[in-house]
């Protein structure tokens, strides 16, 4: 029973069910707090920056520099004022804010030791973890990283400062789709190299080397008319 205990504790940890603060960012914005759902942050202005602060979280971010970010047509001064205001409401919704969020006169930063889990750290954390390892458990921590990523970051957001991001982690998807497909293949699970090869050639119609990839998986099932159909398209 202890064991039995031991290992749910673990796999909690690994899924994040044990943080108080979960983020999803990947598609869709969803924010809840001991499991309940967090209202108040539905604005897109406080949703982009949640996620400015979540992905900026290794450094001190200087407020002049997010309130230039978020307010770009803006005076410094004005900007500032807005960034004090808009942040003053922002620590008022989340739940225990300065667990969370740190300020000073100077800078802002998100802790990223506190006990929060999002979907993009999640997704790179296992993407990194599967470097680390071999076969099949590497092909876990691979199909863990493409089922978190449901979509774009932030769909609904239109920042500036999005789109560099937005654009990395699409490439890192697709490589991750990549790496997935030919490491299924080596197991012989060609079914599944195939079913990941598609999604990337969804997110990624021009990807000439997923076609290429495409077609051998068809070929190594026996399906050379299949496998053709790829070469005419």
Not at 81 to 89: C, D, V, Y
Request: hydrophobic share 40%; with cysteine.
């Amino acid at each position: 029973m202890l064991k039995v205990a031991k290992v749910k504790v673990a796999k909690d940890i690994e899924m994040g069910t044990s943080k108080q603060l979960r983020i999803h960012l990947l598609g869709h914005f969803r924010l809840t707090f001991n499991n309940q759902p967090v209202e108040g942050l539905q604005a897109d202005r406080y949703q982009s920056l949640l996620a400015y602060l979540i992905l900026c979280a290794q450094t001190p971010q200087p407020r002049a520099q997010v309130a230039g970010v978020f307010w770009p047509e803006t005076t410094g001064k004005k900007a500032k004022t807005n960034l004090r205001r808009e942040l003053h409401r922002f620590r008022q919704i989340l739940p225990d804010a300065d667990q969370f969020v740190y300020v000073s006169p100077q800078t802002i930063q998100w802790q990223p030791q506190s006990p929060f889990w999002s979907d993009v750290n999640e997704f790179e954390a296992k993407i990194a973890q599967a470097a680390a390892q071999q076969s099949a458990a590497r092909v876990e921590s691979l199909q863990r990283a493409v089922e978190l990523c449901q979509g774009e970051l932030l769909p609904t957001c239109y920042d500036d400062w999005i789109e560099p991001e937005r654009h990395r982690l699409h490439q890192l998807l697709l490589n991750t789709l990549s790496d997935l497909s030919v490491a299924l293949a080596e197991l012989g699970d060609y079914r599944g190299a195939i079913a990941h090869t598609q999604r990337l050639l969804q997110l990624d119609p021009l990807h000439e080397s997923g076609y290429l990839a495409l077609m051998k998986y068809h070929a190594q099932q026996g399906e050379r008319a299949t496998a053709l159909q790829v070469y005419h398209q």
